[in-house]
């Protein structure tokens, strides 16, 4: 992920079509189903400009978000009227206001335990990753932030012959091989919907949401 230009490119054209303008439905309908007694903060790994990270603090919980692009950073401050503090922090530039930190740079350049979060949630980091990536993504997840208890996860499944993606189809068989190292991995919720309009550019009509709850192995 390291000085990506595509990523930035598309940050650059307005090609976002994986943000949304909303809350997350399956966030707000499977987050209660975590234990979440002891969490304080929640780790969003690639976070972009996501306004799930707005429902997480109204929540009460402390974000800790990680992003690549500097401009989907600013953005997300911007249109949230925050006004962010900016510390460079050994690989990255770390930005934050009201609890909502948010870590600029390669995600796979954090340092070990450089977040202390119980409980992380992923709806698009491992479905922006190709498949050579895609354990190299979980390792440094689990180097970054070695406290992780529980995870909602969301996926996308889809005939990938269809798209090269992102988003990318990521299929069960494949989740439970990258995280049951750490994990119990237990799928929540399947459900087909019609692709977005940028996906049915590109042939894809129709694809699969999965979400799973990751609970750390005793």
Known sequence: MKNNPEWTTRWQEGRIGFHRSEFNPSLLKFWPQL???????????????????????????????????????????????????????????????????????????????????????????LIALPAELRQQYVNQLMRTAPHLQEGLLITVEYDQNLMSGPPFSVQEHEVRALYSPWFEVIKLDTQSMVAASHLREQGVNELVEVVYKLMALT
């Open 35 to 125: 234990n979440l007694s002891e969490a304080r903060s929640v780790l969003v790994p690639l976070c972009g400009k996501s306004l799930d990270m707005i429902w997480f603090r109204q929540q009460g919980l402390e974000v800790i978000g990680t992003e690549l692009v500097k401009m989907a950073v600013e953005s997300f401050y911007q249109e949230q009227a925050l006004q962010p503090e900016v510390k460079e922090v050994q690989t990255h530039r770390h930005w934050q206001a009201d609890d909502i930190h948010i870590l600029e740079g390669d995600f796979f350049a954090l340092p070990e335990n450089a977040v202390e979060s119980t409980v992380f949630y992923d709806r698009a980091a």
